[in-house]
């Protein structure tokens, strides 16, 4: 090998060498955003910054690419306590799906200088915590047993406004359990509205019997006067009937009769009488 070979060989090492080290190449995958950042010169910094995707070459020395996913991303946080309205104590497991807004990535980095992992365990955590004490404290033990799904609403809608414009928080739960005495106290609650309403419902039923009887005894009477009315009508009309037929007549005047007959008869030309002999 010529010595020329060798020096050529050598230079190509040096820059391979000079390459790796000093340029640096990154990938800025689907679904993600790439900020390459200057780090040297007068405008060092975020101001001096561009969205890239697609790969990326740089020189290490003077620039930075940073890679931030836009997709949904999941989060949950271990549990924690926090007071209500009146000092009752609940213990959450929150968690929630959030995305970052793509067009505010690079002004998200200029504000906090830190990966999404560092901002999941710091910034969004703080501004849930927050936001959990807020919401919290404006709801007592029954309305926010009663009403779930409003109070997660509540949380969402206050975390949203915190981190505005820089993530979008889309689902939330609390995962809500309250103390050892709080449940209790909500059994024997249930358990007391569930005699309650037991006993409510044997008055019902009481109630109810009660006036089917009353309708019973009413229909019962009803008919009985019907069936009266019915019969007083039926002698009414034989009694009427009667009356106004000859033989009722003749029939009266035997029923009257004590079984004697008169002691003087006229005759038949009206001026003899006669003594009838008697019994």
């Known amino acids: 090998m010529s010595k020329g070979s060798i020096i050529g060989i050598v230079i190509g090492v040096l820059i391979t060498f000079l390459f790796v080290g000093f340029v640096g190449c990154e990938r800025i995958d ?5 900020i390459k950042v200057n780090m040297a010169g007068g405008n060092r910094g975020i101001s001096k910054s561009e969205y890239v995707t697609g790969w990326v070459f740089y020189m290490k020395t003077a620039s930075r690419v940073y890679e931030f996913p836009t997709y949904q991303q999941h989060k949950e946080y271990d549990p924690f306590t926090i007071p209500t309205k009146g000092g009752t104590v609940f213990t959450v497991h929150p968690s929630f799906n959030y995305s970052l807004n793509p067009s505010n990535v690079d002004s998200m980095f200029a504000t906090f200088r830190l990966s999404l ?34 109070y997660d609403g509540a949380v969402l809608n206050r975390l949203n406004e915190k981190l505005h414009p820089f993530f979008i928080v ?4 609390t995962e809500m359990e309250p103390s050892e005495a709080l449940k209790a106290t909500i059994d024997k609650k249930t358990l007391a509205l569930q005699e309650a309403l037991q006993l409510e419902n044997e008055q019902k039923k009481i109630k109810i019997q009660a006036e089917n ?18 019969k007083a009508r039926e002698i009414s009309l034989q009694q009427e009937a009667l009356q106004k037929s000859p033989q009722y007549v003749e029939f009266i005047k035997w029923s009257k009769w004590n079984g004697e007959l008169p002691q003087y008869m006229l005759g038949s030309g009206g001026n003899i009488l006669m003594n009838l002999p008697q019994k």
């Open 30 to 34: 689907a679904g993600h955003v790439g």
């Open 117 to 150: 992992k560092q901002l999941e365990n710091g910034y969004l955590k703080n501004a849930l915590l927050v936001s959990l004490r807020e919401v919290t404290n404006t709801f007592t033990v029954d309305s926010m047993l009663n009403n779930l799904a409003g």
């Open 170 to 173: 889309s689902t939330f739960t």
């Open 213 to 230: 009887e009353i309708i019973q005894a009413k229909k019962d009477s009803t008919v009985t006067v019907v069936a009266a009315q019915a």
